[in-house]
């Protein structure tokens, strides 16, 4: 699918910088778009708070807000094909959602564009940097 086609179908936008004729790329394993990783969840010792699992609306759902309120990352899918769940934890404290799709779902994101996310069962967390010495974990800010 090519990022104009995503954003025609999904009503989203990126910035103008972009170049919307890319084919946007559909990975099957660990990937990053700015502060969030999006992990094979399979990979990662978690629970869910609750275990409620909705289907992702077709308007998709804003998993992340930057620090300053813009630049949200937006995960997106074909209606009836990804669910997901907002009830995670995570040892690190990190967790952002889960979600399994059947096809691919795609996280789109103003300034990074696009990333595809290939069918299988997923964990979204926020990225940190680790300061030298024994400093708090930052988290990445977008």
């Known amino acids: 699918m090519y990022l104009n086609e995503l954003l025609d179908k999904t ?3 990126v910035l ?3 170049d919307r004729q890319v084919t946007v790329p559909v990975v099957d394993g660990l990937q990053a778009q700015g502060d969030l990783l999006v992990l094979p969840l399979a ?3 978690w629970t869910s708070g609750r275990g409620d699992w909705w289907p992702l609306p077709a308007e998709g ?3 992340v ?10 995960l997106v ?3 009836g094909t ?8 995570d040892p690190e404290r990190l967790a952002v959602a889960a979600f399994e799709n059947i096809t691919p779902a795609y996280l789109v994101h103003p300034e990074h564009g696009a990333t595809g996310i290939a069918p299988g069962a997923w964990f979204v967390r926020r990225q940190r940097e680790l300061g030298a010495g024994f400093r708090k974990p930052v988290l990445i800010a977008d």
Do not use: K
């Open 82 to 89: 990804c669910r997901f769940t907002l009830w995670v934890r």
């Open 61 to 63: 759902r804003e998993l």
């Open 16 to 18: 103008d910088h972009l």
């Open 65 to 74: 807000r930057g620090e300053a309120g813009n630049n949200p990352h937006t």
């Open 77 to 79: 899918a074909d209606p």
């Open 11 to 13: 009503g989203l936008d």
């Open 43 to 45: 990979l990662l010792d």
